[in-house]
């Protein structure tokens, strides 16, 4: 699988980018701070 990469605000470049690709998802955010809500439980699916 090519690895696709999207900004979370395509309006401008300061905000995280997502990167999809066969070994997972990534977020390019310092502190990776959503993944960490994310797996804490604090965020979840709605």
């Known amino acids: 699988m090519e690895t696709l990469s999207v900004s979370l605000c395509p309006a401008c ?3 995280p980018q997502v990167e999809i690709s066969g070994d997972g998802v990534r977020i ?3 502190g990776n701070v959503l993944v960490e809500l ?3 439980g604090q965020l979840t699916q709605l």
């Open 13 to 15: 470049d300061a905000c």
């Open 38 to 40: 994310v797996r804490s």
């Open 28 to 30: 390019g955010e310092a």
